[in-house]
Every structure is written in C-alpha cells, then in structure tokens.
C-alpha cells in the first residue's frame, strides 16, 4: 500500500487546505464573493459607457432586453431615458402598459411615446402621412435628448428625478430600427446621430426584421433576436404582463 501523508490521514487538514483554495477563488472574483444583495438607489455615475447596442430580429424580446438594461442601469443609480417609436397602441393591446408603470416606479429611469396609433404598412385604417409625422417628431426628440446629453458631465451623477433634457447616462431608442426600416426616417440620420453621441453616453437602439446594415460599422454590440416558434402565428393575440 502506498504511503499516506498527515494530510491524507487527517479530514480536518483536508478541509483546511480546501477552505484556503475556495477563500483564495472568492477573493478575486468581483465583490470579493460577497453574495449580492438589496440596497437603496443613489445617484451615481458608471464608469465605462459609451457603447452602441443594436437589437433586431423578428423575435420576440428586442425591447424587452433594451428594458431589462434599463432597469440594470437605473438600479445603478445611472439616469435611463426610453423613447419610443411606433408604439401609440393598436386594438390588440389595452390602454394599460405594464412597463410604463414599473419604469414610473423606478427612480431615474423615465420613458415617452411618439408612436401613432395602428401599425405603419398594415392597412389597419391608420393614417400612414399621420405614422411618417409622429416618426419624425421621434426623431427630431432623439436629437433634442442627445443634445442634453453633449451638454452634461456624464461622469459625474445626474438628478434621478431630473428632466431628460438634462442628460442621461443610457438613452434608448425604442423601435427607431423598424422606422428607419420603413422609410419613415432616414437611416443616414441615424448613422449621424450615433456619430454625434457624447463618448459617455450608452446609447440602444431597437426594431425591424431586417438586418440594419447601415449601422453594422457603427455599433459595438450587434444581437439578432431570432424567432423559432412564436405563439402569434399560432393566432394567439398579445397578452397583458407580457407582451404590454
């Protein structure tokens, strides 16, 4: 038989030798392994925005992930800002959007529409000029909060209850994608509002089937949101806690 060391003979030196790898491990992992936990929102500031996300697809959870970032943010303490486009409602939604009221309840993160009712293209007895006017007065808001945004020390922290105008940490841009996609703005403008965005600033945009390869050159994080199976085609309509 061969030989067993002290270790080997003694648990407790085991169990020592294994406290030591786990406590060696924790200690540099981020916290510290420190088990994450709860805490009162307070103004703050990050440390490394500035990236350009891009979320597109025909699946389902393009704006969803852009909220869930959101949420992340304003939990941070960092002020959030959603604008969107193409959503003032449709006769398959009620009038109550749950997201509006847990973003109303959350400190620093803030939202508007300048959506149309009906969908564009759909033939739904909307005004189709009426979705290109709303569009552009989206648009012409997106810049409106960028300029805010030039305007202040994104390294320092921002009023959670303050104006958007003022500036904000994250600025998402909710179905702009699907209004570039239709013409109802230029996809050129788009390229040029990202190319005049503060360095600091975290900047999502969401929307459209297609592939918007005019941005490809111009994002830091690409995701195409693919559908496999979506209960829509199986005639079931949208439902309130999940899909408004």
Known sequence: MAPHD???RDPAANSD???AGRTGILENT????EQPVA????ADAPEEF???QVWWGDGKGKTTAAMGMGMRAAGNGFRVHMLQFMKGGASSVEAVRGEYNAIAALPGFSYEN????GWHGMADGSDEAAHEREAQAGFERARELLEGALAADLESSLALDGEPDAGVHMLILDEILYAA????IDPEAVRALIDDKPDGLELVLTGSHAEPSYLLDRADLVSE?????????AGQRARRGTEY
């Open 225 to 233: 949101v693919r559908k496999d199976t979506h209960p829509i085609d």
């Open 114 to 117: 300048l959506g149309h009712y």
């Open 39 to 42: 805490r009162a929102i307070e």
């Open 17 to 19: 030798q294994s406290d």
């Open 181 to 184: 996609d239709r013409g109802l």
């Open 6 to 8: 002290d270790a080997d």
């Open 30 to 33: 981020p916290g510290g392994g």
């Open 50 to 52: 500035g990236l350009v």
